[in-house]
């Protein structure tokens, strides 16, 4: 075992502190759902409150330096309910990667938003802390993944601010009884302005508004009209007949690194095809950073992945990815990045759907720029309601 730095105890004190909050809430679960419909002082049911875990609990061997990890990849509390038949919420905090070597993990807020119908199905609008609408991977809750990570280029759109969670608002709606499914939305792009460490001589700022847009069309198996723009799974595990194509694009205005005033574009596409026990997902994005007026610096980078996953018994599924990163530019070879390409197998066992689940896979690991041995082998074992 690798030689960690900091305390052990400490690691195992809050190892042990949040297993005891993950038990509390479990126990709890059942007479909070009995009173969700009898919170409110006139006992009608006007507010409600329905709580939720997800703990992921990870064992890594990274040949980089031969560390075998276990921590908690994943630990988070949630909440969700109805306001007096006016609106919805949704929050959720987590406490990620405790135990993990090198980490320092801290609560945090994920989530945070109001949610209310306008038209039916037609016109949802949402305001707070969300998932912004852009690409099938990001929109794809972490608990309902084929392969227990992302894509690389989602992770690359992520420290630009692009996809994952961030404040705004936005609108949705699934017409044509859910065989289209759009959402457009105007955020702060919050990763974007920490990214980077905001004491640097360089930090990063996002000063304009962030504007993101996706549509998606369902072929055979339609969408859920009442279901949420984000409601997404890497595979349905229920044999159904499924060909879903999407688009996205998102704009930031103006960003700032140093003195620098830029605008950040990307736009992207994905493809979900789903029949029998097989499922296929494909992805493609496109990012530019145009750092001034004339070109000059441009930072560019694309990527893709194509992952497919075979179901050989009812409750085991096993899956494999290709995924490319490519962060270096052809017109502007000074950029700063690397071109990646990941290769990973995996087999998942579903006690419970993606309910509760235990995953395994090991990922070949080729940089363009360095050639080192970094494969890495994860198992992970997932509750999630």
Request: a negative charge; glycine letters at 8%.
């Amino acid at each position: 075992m690798k030689n960690i730095n900091k305390p052990q105890n400490k690691y195992y004190c809050n190892g042990i502190y949040m297993l005891l909050i993950a038990m509390a809430f479990l126990w709890t679960s059942p007479h909070l759902h009995a009173q969700s419909q009898h919170v409110t002082p006139d006992g009608k049911g006007n507010l409600t409150f329905i709580p939720g875990v997800r703990m992921q609990v990870r064992y890594e061997n990274n040949q980089i330096d031969k560390n075998n990890d276990f921590y908690i990849k994943r630990m988070r509390f949630k909440g969700k309910g109805s306001i007096y038949g006016i609106a919805s919420y949704n929050f959720e905090l987590k406490v990620d990667g405790t135990g993990q070597f090198n980490k320092a993990p801290v609560m945090q807020l994920e989530h945070a938003w109001f949610t209310f119908p306008l038209v039916e199905n037609n016109l949802t609008l949402r305001v707070g802390l969300e998932d912004d609408v852009y690409s099938r991977n990001a929109l794809t809750s972490d608990s309902k993944l084929l392969l227990m990570d992302r894509s690389q280029i989602k992770e690359a759109l992520t420290r630009l601010g692009i996809t994952d969670n961030t404040i705004g608002a936005l609108i949705y709606g699934r017409p044509m009884d859910g065989r289209i499914t759009y959402s457009a939305g105007v955020f702060d792009n919050l990763g974007f302005n920490f990214a980077n460490n905001p004491d640097a001589a360089l930090a990063r700022k996002s000063d304009g508004a962030m504007w993101v847009g996706r549509i998606a069309y369902d072929f055979f198996e339609l969408a859920n009209p009442a279901g949420s723009y984000d409601d997404y799974r890497s595979s349905y595990l229920d044999g159904k007949t499924r060909l879903t194509l999407g688009t996205n694009v998102a704009h930031l205005s103006q960003a700032e690194i140093g003195d620098e005033i830029f605008s950040v574009s990307a736009y992207g596409a994905d493809l979900f095809f789903g029949v029998g026990p097989m499922s296929f997902e494909a992805e493609y994005d496109k990012y530019s950073e145009k750092l001034s007026s004339n070109g000059q610096g441009t930072i560019d980078g694309d990527g893709w992945y194509v992952q497919g996953g075979v179901l050989v018994t009812p409750k085991l599924e096993l899956a494999l990815r290709y995924q490319t990163l490519d962060q270096m530019s052809d017109e502007h070879p000074e950029s700063i990045g690397d071109k990646i390409d990941w290769t990973s197998i995996g087999a998942n066992y579903y006690f419970k759907g993606h309910d509760f689940k235990i995953q395994a896979e090991y990922t070949i690991k080729n940089e363009e720029s360095i050639s080192i041995d970094n494969n890495v082998f994860v198992v992970q074992l997932q509750l999630s309601f």
